[in-house]
């Protein structure tokens, strides 16, 4: 049996309905914002419960567009997790903001108890990361940047769909990202991201920023950028939102069967699931002992797990500049960058699937 990591071919193996709407719009011509994009952002505000969306470009964007918005820039300070996607961090330094990296909890998120320590008179906001579709104590969180007055900027690219005591990811903080990239929870057909916040002031701001400050076709207020999302995969996302339910459930049915077997073996650490958090399983992760051997082991038997990622942030070339951390001070995610495995929990997988990874793993660390 091989279980594929990879579900995008069966995710899009019946495009008509998707292209019955392509056709409309290649009629109407409707191919910068409109109608198509209205849609998509009422609807995608509609199911995770946000006054206002604005689509974008990616999800690299809708970050570096909610740190604009909240106007953080040069000689700022941002505190986020060092063990996160190369964007978060990327789009700090990309507006010109220094990036404080900490430590995660043994849920691989931002751990709250790292925050207060990492706060100088410099730092604006915080970017808690809802890392592999699970969801950081976002009350705790909250509490403490309330207390110190910062602003919450939510990395919610991998939460869509998920939910904390039944509110969304990317409904907590001022301004938050989501990300349409393939391979998280809602898939556009190539990049896709929303901004999304209840402050009605920004949401007019970035929605003339997203499209270079203009107030109509002969006048601009203030310098912006493009930033539009194609209406194209508006209309790709707006078919996937139908789907969004029966997506995370099916992922939640094989994560569950993956938990329950895991933590009866010897060598493997499932993470705690916290009472009211929904996750979307975006990245289905468990510490492993040996993890590399296993990674070949899995592998030889057609088990198509990976790693994210064998290096923090902190541990890249990339961050000898323009961030800081203290070296000392995350040992939980240099741990986790060595132990950790991600296996496939999609959609279109169930518990035969599930079991034969258990199975196997079972096998590993019983046989060898
Ligand atoms: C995917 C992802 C991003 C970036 O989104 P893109 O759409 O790929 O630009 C940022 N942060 C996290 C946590 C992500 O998973």
């Known amino acids: 049996m091989r279980v594929h990591y990879n579900y995008l071919p069966q995710e899009f193996r019946d495009i008509d309905p998707i292209i019955i709407d392509w056709r409309e719009l290649a009629a109407s011509s409707e ?25 974008v470009n990616n999800g690299t964007d809708a970050l570096i567009l909610s740190l604009k918005a ?19 961090v990327g789009a700090i330094v990309a507006v010109g903001a220094t990036p404080i990296l900490i430590d995660c909890d043994s849920r691989y998120q931002i751990d709250p108890s790292r925050i207060e320590d990492a706060i100088t008179p410099k730092t604006k906001a915080v970017i808690p990361v809802h890392w592999g579709g699970a969801s950081p104590e976002m009350d705790k969180i909250t509490a403490i940047c309330q207390s110190h007055n910062l602003i919450v900027i939510e990395d919610a690219c991998m939460g869509i769909g998920a939910s904390i005591n039944g509110k969304s990811p990317g409904t907590f903080g001022l301004v ?71 997506t995370i459930e099916q992922r939640n049915r094989n994560a569950l069967i993956l938990d329950a077997g895991l933590s009866q073996i010897n060598g493997v650490t499932v993470p705690e699931r916290l009472n009211g958090y929904t996750e979307t399983f975006a990245l289905y992760m468990v510490l492993c002992e040996r993890r590399d051997q296993l990674i070949s082991y899995l592998h030889n038997n057609e088990i198509e797990a990976k790693i994210h990622y064998p290096l923090a ?39 035969t699937h599930m079991n034969y990874m258990v199975e196997k793993i079972k096998a590993f660390y019983e046989h060898s």
Not at 32 to 48: D, H, I, N, P, S
Request: net charge negative; glycine share 8%.
């Open 70 to 88: 909240a106007d953080i820039g040069v000689g700022d300070e941002v505190i986020t997790v060092t063990n996160t996607f190369y964007a978060t």
């Open 176 to 246: 938050n990202a989501y990300s349409m990239h393939p391979l998280k929870s809602l898939n556009a057909m190539g990049d896709g991201g929303v901004v999304a916040t209840n402050n009605d002031e920004l949401a007019i701001w970035m929605r003339k920023y997203r499209n270079h400050g203009m107030v109509d076709r002969n006048h601009i207020e203030f310098w912006g950028v493009n930033l539009r999302m194609q209406p194209l995969q508006c209309i790709v996302l707006s078919h996937g939102l139908d789907r969004l339910q029966s």
């Open 313 to 351: 942030l902190h541990q890249q070339e990339a961050a000898k500049s323009g961030c800081k951390f203290d070296p000392n001070a995350l040992p939980v995610a240099t741990y986790q960058a060595d132990h950790l495995i991600t296996l496939p929990v999609h959609q279109f997988l169930d518990e």
């Open 31 to 55: 191919f910068t914002l409109g109608r198509y994009v209205e849609a998509f952002e009422e609807k995608f505000a509609k199911a995770v419960g946000a006054k206002h969306c604005i689509a």
